[in-house]
């Protein structure tokens, strides 16, 4: 029986979601690799982080969306699993909102992070 919990997500495209991972300081590899679990189960994923105690925390690609797999029991993140979520969502939003804007000729001119977590952007594009 598997010990790993497959968790929904939003996250539908690999590089912003790599990039969130960076911005939160997380050491994460490139996949496909497997994700270490209770009595050495492994798992693919597109997207995999190491913990100490042996057992992955890993994104994989469900058809539709980037699921976090994790074995939940042994869970070594600096945030609870919802916290993680939260914050992965954040930066993730953030890149692929800068991504899309940029394809339509928009550069990012302001960035205010708030004390309440919020980002506010202002983007401007040049016309002729």
């Known amino acids: 029986m598997s010990h790993f919990s497959q968790i ?3 996250v539908r495209s690999l590089e912003p ?3 969130a991972l960076s911005d939160l300081g997380l050491n994460w590899k490139s996949g496909p690799s497997p994700i270490r679990g209770y009595r050495g189960q492994t798992r693919e994923a597109a997207v995999v982080i190491e913990q ?3 057992y992955d925390v890993g994104f994989s690609w469900n058809g539709s969306e980037y ?4 074995d939940l029991q042994y869970w070594q993140q600096s945030w609870s699993v919802e916290g993680f979520l939260n914050r992965i969502s954040q930066r993730y939003a953030y890149h692929t909102v800068l991504a899309e804007t940029a394809n339509q000729g ?4 302001e960035q205010r992070n708030s004390a309440d977590g919020s980002i506010r952007l202002v983007l401007q594009r040049w016309s002729a």
């Open 8 to 10: 929904k997500t939003k």
């Open 17 to 19: 979601l790599q990039k």
């Open 52 to 54: 100490d105690n042996g």
């Open 67 to 70: 699921e976090l797999v994790a």
């Open 106 to 109: 928009f550069q990012l001119t």
